[in-house]
T-cell receptor, first 114, second 110 residues
Framework: AQSVSQHNHHVILSEAASLELGCNYSYGGTVNLFWYVQYPGQHLQLLLKYFSGDPLVKGIKGFEAEFIKSKFSFNLRKPSVQWSDTAEYFC????????????FGAGTRLFVKA | DVKVTQSSRYLVKRTGEKVFLECVQDMDHENMFWYRQDPGLGLRLIYFSYDVKMKEKGDIPEGYSVSREKKERFSLILESASTNQTSMYLCASVGNYGYTFGSGTRLTVV
């Protein structure tokens, strides 16, 4: 069965530290990939997406993600986090199994110390 | 600015009550989804709809039903609320470039 794994449930960083959140999926076919962010008290919003082309995708607020097909991974990165990046981050994979299906990871909670 | 609106931000209901959660989108999207969000479990799909009057079960449909009488409105129904349905419920509308989520309804069943 298809699944999405986010390796860390909780991450704590100091401001200016670099961030990398892991995301791996299990599906052998064509995928579309997403990262969503949920700031405290707010709704989920799209951070970035990959459909095709350059596997290094740049999103809002200085985030980027790299699709590595051979590793079934789509890790999220940011070179220098800020306190305002404190949020929960969800990786999602859209698979084509004869119908529309999107699978979300369990989420990673990031806390950035001021 | 596109919008997905969930009618209630917070709800408290008693065990056994019938509960309606409403979701309206203004983007003319065909696909709409209901998820519940629980700590450590991420988002789990309850039901989705790909057209008016069309619905499909998601991963955890038990205890829920849905209604899609108009394209812009997708309702989630808890036939007889139970305490294990206490959760954050998220509605989403999906276009070509991903999901747009509503702000969520935090339901507490006592």
């Amino acid at each position: 069965a298809q699944s999405v794994s986010q390796h860390n449930h909780h991450v704590i960083l100091s401001e200016a530290a670099s961030l990398e959140l892991g995301c791996n999926y299990s599906y052998g076919g064509t995928v579309n990939l997403f990262w969503y962010v949920q700031y405290p008290g707010q709704h989920l919003q799209l951070l970035l997406k990959y459909f095709s082309g350059d596997p290094l995708v740049k999103g809002i607020k200085g985030f980027e993600a790299e699709f590595i097909k051979s590793k079934f991974s789509f890790n999220l990165r940011k070179p220098s986090v800020q306190w305002s990046d404190t949020a929960e981050y969800f990786c999602a994979v859209n698979v084509n199994t004869g119908g529309f299906k999107t699978i979300f990871g369990a989420g990673t909670r990031l806390f950035v110390k001021a | 600015d596109v919008k997905v609106t969930q009618s209630s931000r917070y709800l408290v209901k008693r065990t056994g009550e019938k509960v309606f959660l409403e979701c309206v989108q203004d983007m003319d999207h065909e696909n709409m989804f209901w998820y519940r969000q629980d700590p450590g479990l991420g988002l789990r799909l309850i039901y989705f709809s790909y057209d008016v009057k069309m619905k499909e079960k998601g991963d955890i449909p038990e205890g829920y039903s849905v209604s899609r009488e108009k394209k812009e409105r997708f309702s989630l129904i808890l036939e007889s609320a139970s305490t294990n349905q206490t959760s954050m419920y998220l509605c989403a509308s999906v276009g070509n470039y991903g999901y747009t989520f509503g702000s969520g309804t935090r339901l507490t069943v006592v």
